[in-house]
Nanobody, 120 residues
C-alpha cells in the first residue's frame, strides 16, 4: 500500500517563505508525475505545479516566479519552495504522485494535505 506524507506547512507572514515536502512510501516500482494542488476554503482544488520524471515542470499562472517544484526520485520525494507568499496562497496543499507498484499499474495517489496560512 502506498502512502504520501506532506510536511512543511504553517503560518507565515505575507512576503515570507515556506518549503513543503512530500514523501511516498510503500512497494513502489516507479513514479511518473509528481505534483501539488491546493484548496482554499470554499473553493475547488486547483493545480499548483507538476514535475515529470524527466523534470519538465508546469505551474499555475498565479504562482509562476514565486514557487518552484522539484523532485528527488531516489527518495520518492517532491518539494515545493514558496517565496513571496500572499494571503490568497492560504490553502490546504495536497501532493499527488502517479505511482506504479508491484501489484498495480500507474495510479494517482494523494496525501492528506498540509495547511499553509499566510497572514499578518
Amino acid at each position: 500500500q502506498v502512502q504520501l506524507l506532506e510536511s512543511g506547512g504553517g503560518l507565515v507572514q505575507p512576503g515570507g517563505f515556506l518549503r513543503l515536502s512530500c514523501v511516498a512510501s510503500g512497494s513502489i516500482l516507479s513514479i511518473k508525475t509528481m505534483g501539488w494542488y491546493r484548496q482554499a476554503p470554499g473553493k475547488q482544488r486547483d493545480l499548483v505545479a507538476t514535475v515529470t520524471r524527466d523534470h519538465r515542470k508546469v505551474y499555475a499562472d498565479s504562482v509562476k516566479g514565486r514557487f518552484t517544484i522539484s523532485r528527488d526520485s531516489a527518495k520518492n520525494t517532491v518539494y515545493l519552495q514558496m517565496i513571496d507568499l500572499k494571503p490568497n496562497d492560504t490553502a490546504v496543499y495536497y501532493c499527488y504522485m502517479n505511482i506504479a507498484t508491484y501489484a498495480r499499474d500507474y495510479t494517482n495517489y494523494w496525501g492528506k494535505g498540509t495547511l499553509v496560512t499566510v497572514s499578518s
